[in-house]
């Protein structure tokens, strides 16, 4: 099994709501991140896990929180979001988050649209 | 810091010319680079990567060769299909700083039937 899945394809939700975005892998990668993506830019880094603890934060607001429940899961917890957070969100893995030569690889991605 | 320059888009070439989507990067140490393919609707693909100075990367067709000596990785394919319409992303990553994956800008590739 060599892909990332991501749960669900699109979300739609309101400022007021509590929402998670999913992320699966099983090639037993210790490394996985939240990209965010707009639209015609390059995905942003948001968070690094590293053995299932959060090793690089990227001064993403509160209203994002993420969660690795272990090394196949990652979470991103969502709660008052503002339109501005409309976005791709993308999801990656890779064997270890250090070695210039560890590519990762990316889910297909959520959908994002906040109204 | 690192940075990775792509050669502005959009790109429109007709079916079976030749491809060159053009990347220079500037980065501490002995980068990793890489080409990731995003397809309308979906996530980034790795198309092809090189390690170290000389490697060539190849993929469906599509070539890159890593060249110090100029800090380049252009991407090739001889050939192109309207299946290869899609943004293309150079990045680089090190082993040194904060180890993130560098990306490009991009480049929107559409080809024409």
């Known amino acids: 099994d060599t892909e990332v899945t991501q ?3 699109h979300l739609v939700m309101g400022m007021t709501n509590k929402k998670s975005l999913k992320c699966e892998q099983h090639m037993g990668h210790r490394a996985m991140y939240w990209y965010k993506q707009k639209a015609k830019k390059p995905p942003e880094l ?5 053995y299932e603890k959060l090793s690089i934060n990227e001064s993403v607001p509160s209203r994002f929180s993420p969660e690795c429940p272990n090394s196949s899961l990652l979470n991103l917890h969502l709660h008052a979001l503002q339109p501005e957070d409309s976005a791709l969100y993308l999801c990656a893995s890779s064997q270890d988050r250090r070695g210039a030569y560890n ?3 990316f889910g297909p991605g959520t959908r994002l649209t906040v109204l | 810091g690192d940075s990775v320059t792509q050669m502005e888009g959009p790109v429109t070439l007709s079916e079976e010319a030749f491809l060159t989507i053009n990347c220079t990067y500037t980065a501490t140490g002995y980068p990793s680079l890489f080409w990731y393919v995003q397809y309308p609707g979906e996530g980034l693909q790795l198309l092809l990567k090189a390690t170290k100075a000389d490697d060539k990367g190849s993929n469906k067709g599509f070539e890159a060769t890593y060249r110090k000596e ?4 252009h991407l090739e394919k001889g050939s192109v299909q309207v299946s290869d319409s899609a943004v293309y992303f150079c990045a680089l990553k090190t082993n040194f700083g904060n180890e993130k994956l560098t990306f490009g800008t991009g480049t929107r590739l559409t080809i024409i039937p």
Do not use: D, H, L
């Open chain 1, 7 to 9: 749960t669900p394809k």
């Open chain 1, 46 to 50: 948001m968070f690094v896990y590293s």
């Open chain 1, 103 to 105: 590519e990762q690889f």
């Open chain 2, 70 to 73: 100029t800090t380049s990785f």
